[in-house]
């Protein structure tokens, strides 16, 4: 079976951003960024944790073994859970602990303390990298703007005010959240394109980057500087192949259009990462989130010494040198070559004090794209335009079945082996996490695991969960597939914004019938899977309540009545819950320290406004405020209204006169 498709070269995702590599051979000097001051740790003092602490009254959920029963009271002290229980037992312990009085926090009545909230799969770097750019994404905060068509976008790119010589630069643009077009019968999604983009902006040059990051869309303007910048010969054919398709689509073209942006506005993107990582690190912390796994620091070289060379690993590192530790980062090591793979050492399990720095628990691979751009990897072809698309298939693999279709194009022999390349990191011991989106890309993930794991653990029974094994979004899951991921023990984690934000166009355009296989939840648990739920930022906002409501209820934001998609997948507020928190912190490996708010572990929580388990409808959970986020002990981020907790002289029915004397009312502000 061919494949007939418009796209060519590797495909993208969050996962893979196409612009890195070109920002990065600009700039050699990434990783190694002037110290701007914003947010610099002030002393040393400031990495110490701070005094005991206890907490009673409100809601305290630790998440004990992922349990969300509720406890009295829980005491922290030297950033960690110190002890949990009763208001008696955790007062007596906190006591012998020397806690002052006054650190007897009382939390009103519907305030809760959770375990702080999970990322396990995010783009720190990349997301930093353009934040400087226009916003032309679909998103209101962590809402969809139902106002998003083709004038906004105008509207947007007529607010820009560049400086003389300067192109308007934008990103996050989604067509597959724009109105249809096409007849009722035969809806398809807009096609924005070089004509309309000229037609906006005649003058300045334009480079819009999609939300999927498969494509550039620019206009007449910057076509003209990006044909000029290539080779006599080649210009033409460049020019007119551009125009055929309507925009620069995927890395070897986009790269041409990055590289001819003015070096000033580069330099000024350069400038801007600090602060950007901050904001993005401030705003993880404004919705609850203590930890954040980077799902993809590109592997660079190797040095002399054999040690794997990363500008975003040292930009991450840079970053905390002078900056305050808002959010404990890992990352997986993106391996997309046999070099790369051949390069990782042998595992080494992570240990407590890791948990302090920029730690790495896992490998990254990608095998397909992205199902709303349109380029993940599908068993049959998309039911929208272009007919007999199946998408893109990244590494060179021959299935052994020849009823399936095979991925086998003109540069396949250029393409990676996929099953030498997951083999190779599996002997050496590592954790991995496999992006695939379409159902075949899917299929495909679990022969090579199968194979892999075979050779590796054949006497183990569900050998993935020896090292957690994972497949990223794993957005299309058939029954037969459901089996074997059970069998193999991988767990899926899933980008629940496919529901939520693109359930309709999935529904209506994209794949109509198939939709009904996106993100099973409900049948990865029932069949005894641990599931988590991610953002991919900066393909959807962070927000793990936001990521918990859209499980439990299901709704199609985009549809005109709210309808849901395959309402049997919706899940319980309690399972949703669990995999933001414990569940998403056992597949990053970091649960003996974080996830649950055990004796012991690191004291990385948060105060919620009201209880995300109690709240009176499913879709108030989003929009639950955060009050507090601590990170090891210490407040990273409160918010700007005052909440005061109920005196702890009103707490008669089960309060000694000893526990009160021992129990003062205090804001929930830094102290």
Known sequence: MSHNHSHQGCAQCACHNPLWTSFAGHHSSLGNSADTGAGKVQSPEDLLPTTSV?????????????STDTVEAIGFDGGK??????????????????????????????Q??????????????????????????????????LEYDLEYLESVIQSAQPQEGEWILGTGVDPALMPFVGSEND??????????????????????????????????????????????EEQDSFRKQVQKQGALQELEQMTLGFDCIPSAQKVAMKAELDQHIATIFDTANQRGVTTMFEAGMRFESVDENGRIQSKMISILEDFRASHAHNVRVGYALLCDTEQSAKALPQFKPLAEHDMGALFQSAVKLVSDGSNQGLTGFQSTPYCCE????????NFSYQPDSALVPCCSEPSEAQ??????????????GWPILIHANGDQAVDYTLDVYGKALKLYKPEFDKP??????????????????????????????FLIGHVGYWGYAFEEV?????????????????????????????????????????????????????????????????EALRAITLDAAWQCHIDPWVGSLAQGKLADYVILEDDPIAVEKDTQIRDIRVLQTWVGGKLRYVSNTVQKPEPCADEKSETSAEQADDCVSTELTPA
């Open 386 to 393: 272009p007919k007999g698309n199946y998408g893109i298939f």
């Open 415 to 428: 393409k990676p082996d996929y099953q030498n390349l997951v083999t190779t990191i599996v002997e050496k």
């Open 464 to 493: 993935g969960l020896d090292k957690r094994h994972r497949i990223e979004h794993c957005s299309l899951l058939s029954d037969a597939s459901v089996e074997k991921m059970i069998a193999l023990g991988i767990s899926p984690s």
């Open 54 to 66: 206890m907490y009673s009254g409100g809601i305290i959920r630790p998440m004990i073994d992922g």
């Open 510 to 574: 994209i794949f109509k019938e198939k939709s009904q296989l996106l993100d099973r939840c409900r049948t990865m648990l029932d069949k005894g899977a641990r599931i988590t739920l991610h953002s991919d930022l900066s393909v959807t906002p962070l927000g793990p309540l936001r990521m918990m409501e859209q499980a439990v209820t299901r709704v199609m934001e985009k549809s005109p009545d709210l309808s849901v998609l395959n309402g049997s997948e919706r899940i319980t507020r309690e």
């Open 187 to 232: 809806p398809q999604l807009y096609q924005l394109d070089l004509k309309q983009l000229t037609e906006m902006e005649p003058v300045r040059p334009v480079y819009l980057i999609s939300a999927s990051l498969h494509t550039a869309y620019i206009n007449e303007a910057a076509l003209e500087l990006i044909a000029d910048a290539l080779p006599i």
């Open 81 to 110: 859970v110190a002890v949990v229980g009763s208001i008696a037992e955790v007062s007596v312990q906190m006591r012998a602990l020397g806690m002052h009085p006054d650190n007897h926090i009382v939390l009103q009545e519907k």
């Open 112 to 145: 809760t303390l959770l375990p702080g909230l999970i990322e396990p799969h995010v783009h720190i770097v990349p997301t930093a990298l353009t934040m400087g750019w226009l916003d032309m994404g679909p998103y209101l905060g962590q809402d969809l703007n």
